[in-house]
């Protein structure tokens, strides 16, 4: 790393501006461990909040390289607004610039929200990150919880989606770190950059509905799909291991970056919950604040249903989804795998929704539900022989893409042979789309 510019706090936080390996600029910022655990003064807080100013106004990249134990207990409330003042400007680069923390060890309290207003989180092994630690939990709940447990590592990984990647160490996570900084621009204002690649547009991808399950059961690893689509079969992943009933990935097509939601039959059949709403809600957003076209590939019976979810707010989270798709400005293509059904049909970026290109393949099945649903509704008092016959008619007049593009809700119904080509020329087509945003000072996302 080359430095360029620093401003440094002895012993708490320093802040440089930076020249990776690959030759992109960041504000790098350490919060330094080693000196009474990162406890946070005043003055570090402020390295905090000049760092984020400087990666603003320069529009590069923020990186947070987090180890602290909180707000320093010995400044008492100057610590504590110093932390305010960290957290605003890490707020005011949202969408304005990326930003990215890498936790390399402890991160509680105020710290631990610092990474929740990150798009990106890097933690590493050891590393873990809470609000209330094991000894207030104890305490207050009476419950014996360890670091580990309550908020380490693993536990943000598959548990609560704050991790994006778990690596083993500082050296990891800034190769990973370099990794995504290819399929993103500076900041809000940029456009990432075309990468040249040898893999042709027109190329065929047979192998991807050779993928596709006869029965409509059955299962598939829609990564598989992703890899023989994308340039050169590469994409990087995001929270692999936290919602995996939907996959969210950045990827190149024809050399642009793109961002990538899918849903993932071999995980709860690819229905939609909270956790996935959440997860592509969030990456949907943040490529459309800076500038990544958005490619959705739908393969979804609807909605998990459960009492659970619905008393933890499924209608608020799913509408996350809805929102997140509606505001998008970005180049938006939608393909139909195989199921696109209910509501589910609707929230993963349907003609309705206002993509730019929605495509099917041919065995896609889009209706309000399956024939096997709409059977045991319809027909509960049926004999099994009428009910094989009504779901027959049913599957036959209703289930396929056809009746959709005659009546323009998919624009084509393509050979899955076809699909990068068709993806790669309308990502082509697509590179100068413009929108008129409507005037008013915010949007108001449910949360």
């Known amino acids: ?67 602290s134990s909180g707000a320093d207990i010995l400044e008492g409330i100057a610590a504590l607004h110093g932390w ?12 304005v610039v990326p930003t990215i923390s890498i936790v390399t060890g402890p991160a509680v309290s105020g710290p631990a929200l610092l990474l929740g207003l990150s798009d990106f989180v890097v933690m590493t092994e050891d590393a873990y990150a809470f609000v209330s630690g094991p000894t207030m939990v104890v305490e207050f709940t009476g419950i014996d919880v360890s670091t580990d447990e309550l908020g380490g590592a693993g536990t943000h990984a598959r548990h609560t989606g704050v991790s994006s990647v778990v690596v083993t160490d500082l050296e990891a996570a800034t ?37 596709i399950p006869t029965t409509s059961t059955g299962s598939y690893d829609v990564r598989h799909v992703i890899e023989s689509i994308a340039d050169d079969g590469v994409y990087f992943e995001m929270k692999s291991w936290w919602a995996s009933n939907v996959v969210t990935a950045f990827a190149h097509m024809a050399g642009y970056p793109i961002g990538i939601v899918a849903n993932q039959p071999i995980s709860l059949a690819g229905t939609l919950d909270i956790p996935a709403s959440q997860k592509a809600a969030r990456f949907v957003a943040f490529c459309d604040a800076f500038n990544i076209p958005v490619l959705t590939l739908v393969d979804t019976p609807g909605f998990y249903p459960g009492k659970d979810l619905e008393w933890r707010g499924m209608i608020r989270h ?82 396929n893409p056809y009746i959709a593009a005659e009546r323009g809700y998919i624009d084509a119904v393509i050979d899955p042979a076809d699909t990068r080509r068709e993806i790669c020329a309308a990502l082509h087509m697509l590179r100068d789309k413009r929108e008129r945003l409507v005037s008013r000072k915010h949007d108001n996302t449910p949360l």
């Open 1 to 67: 790393m080359v430095v360029e510019l620093q401003h440094k706090v002895p012993g708490a936080a320093e802040a440089n501006v930076v020249a990776l390996s690959s030759g992109k600029h960041v504000v790098w910022l350490t919060v330094d461990g080693s000196l009474h655990r990162g406890a946070l003064s005043a003055a570090a807080s402020y390295v905090i909040a000049t760092a984020a100013d400087t990666a603003r106004t320069k529009g590069i990249p923020l990186v947070i390289q987090m180890e």
């Open 84 to 95: 305010g003042t960290a957290a605003k400007a890490l707020a005011d680069c949202s969408g």
């Open 175 to 211: 190769l990973w770190l370099e990794d995504l900084l290819e399929y993103l621009p500076t900041g809000v204002d940029q456009l990432a950059p075309v990468q040249p690649t040898s893999d042709p547009d027109d190329r065929l991808t047979p192998e991807a509905g050779d993928l």
């Open 318 to 399: 799913g509408a996350q989804l809805v929102f997140a798709y509606a505001r998008a400005t970005v180049p938006r293509i939608c393909v139909v795998l195989r199921k696109s059904y209910g509501g589910a049909y609707i929230v993963m970026d349907s003609k309705e929704m206002g993509n730019d290109l929605c495509l099917a393949w041919p065995c896609a099945e889009l209706a309000v539900m399956g024939a096997g649903q709409a059977a045991a509704i319809l027909q509960r008092r049926a004999t099994p022989e009428e009910r094989a016959e009504f779901e027959a008619d049913y599957s036959a007049r209703l289930l």
